[in-house]
């Protein structure tokens, strides 16, 4: 690659934190910084700092009624943690879903929601789980960090709050409680190693026929992935019948704002939405 001048292989979440504080590049998994960087972009940074061998930012945890998951765990991670089988499936159901086997061995949790693609596969089923993101940098001497919510992150396609110096070490979310279900769906030209033209995740507590705490998440539809609010105030304790479920669908194609591009137009990308919100809350009225 061009365009980086110095190389650092930090060991330390304090020695990558260190780094940022001098501007870096940060190399995680690389399946996207590649591209970039073959692309002419990317390269902005005189140092790449590649933090893979940095353990403790890798693996997936619960504590204190938190579930916590490395920025550096992968896609396999994921679809193969237990952890995650128990108490947040949609995340392995969006990571089998997500490029192709070899890809998901190196595509990390964090770099897909820093890449900001409004397309990020792992972002929607984050977004569902109130997902917060853990980011760490070097203040006064040391490490110090914080939290910010996931739905607050994203400015634009390729664009995020976090700081030039702060290095997300995490995603933490609360433990769903009893009862919670969740689905995930999208889709591309072809079914694997693809863009989404739509994505569209749909959660809540059951409780009877109806939808408690709903959360309803879009992706590849607009600037940023987003939450659809208008839709999840209409479905909030309703009955599933099918006049809540085609006011619901019809409600979340509204709250996008898809472009026209080569691997769909808005018009379809809008069709799409309807198709998915309605299979999608079908599926909970018969489950």
Known sequence: MTGFRTYIAAASIAEAAEALRIGARVLAGGTDLMLQAGNGGGTDAGTLLNISRIGELRGVGRDDGQIRIGALTTMTDVLADPLIAETAPVLARAADSFASSQIRNAATVGGNIC??????????????????????????????????????????????CIEAEELLTAVVFPAPAAGFWARYRKSGPRPALEISIVALGIAGIRDGDALRGVRIAMGAVAPTPLRARKAEALLEGRALDEAAIAEAAAAIAEEASPIDDVRGSAWYRRHLLGVYAERLLRDAEDD
Do not use: H, K
């Open 115 to 160: 890449n900001a693609s409004p397309a990020g596969d792992m972002i929607v089923p984050l977004l569902l789980l109130d997902a917060e993101v853990e980011l760490a940098a070097w203040r006064d001497g040391a490490v110090a960090s914080r939290r910010l919510p996931l739905d607050q992150v994203f400015l634009g396609p390729g664009q995020t």
